[in-house]
């Protein structure tokens, strides 16, 4: 979903964003429960884009555990695993 917003008004396109952002029950709502990102563009400045909270800790948390070349390797060689159907199944420790 994108919003553009410039000094003296909104284009028609803006105004349809701007619709479909109330009709889903504002940015919030649509942001949250759609897990959809609103982008806004601004006139002069960089873009700014608005994620929930659980979503920007998740990329946040898969950027860490990336962070490392020899645990990227790792996790994403367990990954091809499991799509292989390659993994073992274990129980939780409590």
């Known amino acids: ?25 504002g940015a919030p709502n649509a942001v949250v429960d759609d897990r959809e990102e609103v982008v806004i563009t601004r006139a ?8 929930s909270l659980d979503d920007c800790e998740a990329l946040k948390e898969s950027a860490y555990l990336l962070r490392s070349p020899a645990n990227a390797r790792r996790l994403l060689e367990s990954i091809g695993r499991l799509e292989n159907d390659d993994g073992v199944e274990r129980e939780l420790i409590e």
């Open 44 to 51: 002069g400045h960089d873009p700014v884009v608005i994620v």
């Open 1 to 25: 979903m994108w919003l553009t917003i410039r000094a003296g008004g909104y284009s028609w396109e803006q105004r349809r964003s701007v619709g479909l952002l109330r009709q889903k029950g």
